[in-house]
């Protein structure tokens, strides 16, 4: 039950993580589009924004979430090995 708990609290915190990146990455780019400070064409407004602001913390979240999901996997798995 311990390790269940872990688990759904790592994808809650990878949830939490991605979300708040994609809510500055969306605030960050109408500051790009309005004041002209100018973004990258190849990936449009919204893509300079991930770029500048969310390579780190979607990184940490994609962690987070191939954590979480290993921990529940492994966990699962040997709660049906007892069950048997």
């Known amino acids: ?9 790592l994808l809650l915190m990878s949830a ?3 979300g708040s990146t994609l809510i500055a990455a969306s605030y960050y780019s109408q ?3 309005s004041s002209g ?5 190849r990936y449009g407004i919204f893509g300079t924004a991930i770029r500048e602001v969310g ?3 979607i990184t940490t ?14 966990t ?8 048997k």
């Open 61 to 74: 979240s994609f962690l987070l979430l191939i954590g979480g999901v290993f921990i529940l996997i492994l």
């Open 16 to 18: 939490i993580v991605y």
């Open 55 to 57: 390579t780190f913390p």
């Open 1 to 9: 039950m311990k390790f269940t708990i872990i688990g759904t609290t």
């Open 31 to 33: 500051v790009l589009g």
């Open 37 to 41: 400070q100018g973004w990258d064409s």
């Open 76 to 83: 699962t798995s040997k709660e049906w090995r007892l069950k």
